[in-house]
């Protein structure tokens, strides 16, 4: 078992159109809006840090949270099931699939009143769809 590399910052926000307003302002790039666990997520690129933006973390009924702040890091493990043990898992394992492809996720305490996010790629995103544009023609 071995943490591979860090997939993102998970955050929960309140507003999730006023926090999108403010990473466009800070020049980050934001994509990927879906619904997600009866609540909604967002992806924000600032440079080569990744933070998730949540109205609701799928282990909201598992955990007591704040209205907002910091939730997890999300960590890409090869073997989940290995990386789980010893651990208090508070949500999953379960499989999920968005434009990051198909992954099996768990969600474990941790101090400092967060969680880790340990999470085993099982399908690549799908490729984009059409050619890839570079710049003006």
Do not use: C
């Amino acid at each position: 078992m071995t943490v591979t590399g860090l997939a993102n910052l998970a955050i929960k926000v309140a507003d999730l159109d006023g926090a999108i307003s403010f990473y466009e302002r800070s020049g980050a790039t934001v994509r990927d809006r879906m619904d997600w666990g009866g609540g909604e997520r967002v992806d924000v690129f600032l440079g080569p840090v990744m933070l998730t933006l949540f109205t609701r973390a799928l282990y909201e009924d598992a955990v007591e949270l704040p209205a907002e702040g910091f939730l997890h890091p999300a960590l890409f493990t090869d073997d989940l099931d290995a990386e789980l043990t010893g651990h208090t898992v508070v949500w999953g394992p379960a499989e999920v699939s968005g434009p990051f492809g198909r992954r099996r996720i768990a969600f474990v305490e941790a101090p400092g009143a967060i969680r880790l996010e340990f999470m085993e790629q099982l399908e690549d995103p799908p490729e984009p769809d059409g050619p890839e544009v570079l710049g003006p023609p």
